[in-house]
């Protein structure tokens, strides 16, 4: 019956509303395989690049990829079975902890986040497909060719945003066989031309090979896992605890998340140390690509990128939708993919895209670690039992139930968070903002570490003794007409 309803594609009902069980056809391996396919496009490849121009040589800059990943892989990936329990989004669900106004928190941060990342994936399939457009037909390569690049892969990935749940799982079964096939052609056709040496010649970024292998341990690994603490949730709410267990869902999302980032950095790792340009991944890999293989990589640069990008604007959705409960699914994920498209010219046409993303992304991975370690607390606290009715206090425009601590606000989460995100951002080291702290540690940003250390430590000190809220404080009740969306948020 489960896989009747899935036979069909149509477009999603649901936003961040507690999914019924009949409708939670989802399955395990519908979770792996949308976290391995929709990864593995450039837009996440690119950062498998960055160690190359960090100058490490190759097999170093694989350890420091594996271990960060394996790191962040065990905080980030038991945020899986919060949605599992709760059968709405992760930001949704975070109210259990932040109060059903407070989990607004995480709906920024997972709506930042998305857009951040759907930017760099957008910048960099348009140069995918330019690139190899201009060198195998003699199309033109300026202004004007990336604009209507970004234009139809944009539009493209709002719709498959917009079609949803079963669309995007669909689409990333595919992408996981096609895409891997692709990354395993690029590997034979570059293999020639590899060389595991560094990169650079000048020696290690931060003056000495421990320090700049742990950079990159935190920066490209560890980052990678971050960037799924507010997506787990999308695809877990859909699979049945009536069906398939804790474990099994746990596992999925595990391997899924492990294989879909290091299939797709390593490759951008090893592609990097072959085009060896540390100036321009996509543009380098262009040009000491073989013909054959630039036919493939525009295949990745169209699909991979609205895989992709179609994941991180349909997430978006879910939380512009969380944020303003009186718009639909539909309408706040079209929303979201015009501003994403907007960022995306601005980034090409006013300022340096990929300096100013990247140093956004760790300045909002900073924000999210403590909010996700702190909704990890409170999953174990509460052994998974939820009141998913009182969890959509705010989506309902009610008020009350075991949620609602201090007027919607649990203020020990969210003072915990604040402190965690200070350390975090004081931690940061980018091209736009570096924190007074990176002198303590070194020169190495470690900023995910102890703003999720700190958040954590704050939140089970100022929640020590007190047992989670089992019950409504009060009844909920509708708000009046006069108190409706813009009183919520006050």
Not at 82 to 93: D, E, Q
């Amino acid at each position: 019956m489960a896989h009747a309803a899935d036979a069909s594609i149509t477009i999603e009902q649901h936003g961040v509303d507690t999914i019924p069980d009949a409708d939670r056809t989802g399955r395990p391996r519908d979770v792996v395989t949308i976290l391995i396919g929709s990864n593995l496009c450039l837009g996440v490849v690119i950062f498998g690049w960055l160690p190359a121009t960090f100058g490490l040589s190759f097999w170093e800059s694989v350890t420091a990829q594996v271990a960060g990943t394996l790191l962040g892989c065990l905080l980030v990936a038991p945020l899986a079975l919060v949605s599992f329990r709760t059968a709405t989004n992760l930001s949704t669900s975070s109210g259990a902890q932040f109060g059903v106004r407070g989990r607004l928190l995480g709906s920024a941060i997972g709506l930042l986040l998305s857009l951040g990342y759907a930017a760099l994936t957008v910048w960099t399939g348009g140069a995918a497909v330019v690139g190899p457009l201009a060198r195998l037909l003699g199309t033109p390569g300026g202004d004007a060719a990336y604009a209507v690049g970004y234009v139809v892969l944009a539009a493209g990935s709002i719709l498959a945003a917009v079609f949803g749940y079963r669309l995007l799982t669909r689409m990333s079964s595919f992408l996981a066989v096609i895409m891997s096939a692709l990354m395993l052609a690029g590997v034979i056709a570059l293999a020639p031309r590899f060389d595991p040496a560094p990169v650079l010649a000048g020696g290690y970024l931060l003056g000495d090979f421990w320090t700049t292998w742990l950079l990159v341990l935190v920066a490209v690994g560890i980052s990678g896992p971050i960037a799924f603490i507010t997506l787990l949730g999308d695809y877990t709410r859909y699979v049945s605890p009536q069906r398939y267990s804790q474990r099994r869902v746990l596992v999925a999302s595990t391997g899924g998340m492990v294989a879909g980032v290091l299939i797709a950095q390593l490759f951008g790792t090893f592609t990097a140390f072959a085009a060896r340009d540390a100036g321009d991944y996509v543009g380098g890999l262009v040009a000491a690509a073989p013909s054959w293989f630039l036919v493939l990589l525009l295949v990745n640069g169209i699909f991979g990128t609205v895989g992709n990008a179609g994941v991180l604007l349909y997430s978006m959705g879910l939380d512009l939708d969380a944020i303003v409960p009186k718009v639909s699914r539909v309408q706040s994920t079209t929303v979201a993919g015009l501003v994403a498209t907007a960022l995306v010219f601005a980034g090409y046409f006013l300022w340096d895209a990929a300096d100013a993303v990247t140093a956004f992304v760790l300045l909002m991975t900073a924000a999210g670690t403590p909010w996700a370690v702190i909704t990890l607390i409170g999953f174990r606290r509460s052994r998974g039992v939820y009141d998913a009715d009182a969890l959509q206090v705010l989506n309902r425009r009610s008020r009350g139930g075991a949620y609602w601590f201090t007027h919607g606000f649990s203020v020990p989460a969210v003072v915990a968070w604040a402190l965690g995100t200070v350390v975090g951002l004081l931690s940061v080291d980018t091209t736009i903002w570096h924190g007074p702290l990176i002198e303590v540690t070194g020169g190495i940003d470690l900023s995910p570490l102890l703003a999720g250390l700190t958040g954590g430590l704050a939140y089970v000190a100022l929640t020590r003794g007190h047992a989670r809220a089992a019950a409504p404080a009060e009844p909920s009740r509708p708000v009046a007409a006069a108190e409706e969306a813009p009183a919520l948020l006050r």
